[in-house]
């Protein structure tokens, strides 16, 4: 369910390339949430980086709201990029995994491997030489 792919970059040089493969792939970066800043402003101490990565392709999105407008609660796409005993790791949710969960139309399931599919690409790309 959930795709985890190890990084051989530093935390901020992975955040970077993962900014790079996002429009190289078609989406669209909608916003970045600073878990570790958030989380330190508001007085927990949270020593990790991690940065989760709200990304959209408009016209997929249309798509899949076109037929199910509750679906927008699985909307946008979420890359997760975080530290983990000294490792820095990208993942994300498959979005097939999510949408079985939520939804058994056959044409949705078509939108979302295929997201899924550009997704992979975003994760290789950042995590790539």
């Known amino acids: 369910m959930i795709d985890e792919h190890k990084s051989p970059h530093d935390f901020e040089t992975t955040c970077q390339r993962l900014h790079d493969a996002v ?3 078609g989406f669209g970066l909608l916003h970045t949430h600073d878990i570790h800043g958030t989380l330190n402003a508001k007085g927990v101490d ?10 959209c392709n408009p016209k997929r999105a249309a798509e899949v709201l076109a037929v199910r407008m509750d679906l927008a609660n699985a909307l946008p796409c979420r ?3 975080y530290e983990r005993d000294g490792d820095v790791i990208v993942s994300m949710i498959r979005p097939t995994a999510m949408l079985a969960m939520l939804s058994d139309d056959a044409n949705l399931a078509k939108v979302a491997a295929e997201v899924e599919k550009t997704m992979n690409n975003m994760l290789t790309e950042t995590v790539g030489s």
């Open 79 to 81: 890359i997760a990029v």
């Open 23 to 25: 429009p190289a792939n």
């Open 46 to 55: 949270f020593a990790p980086q991690c940065r989760v990565f709200e990304v």
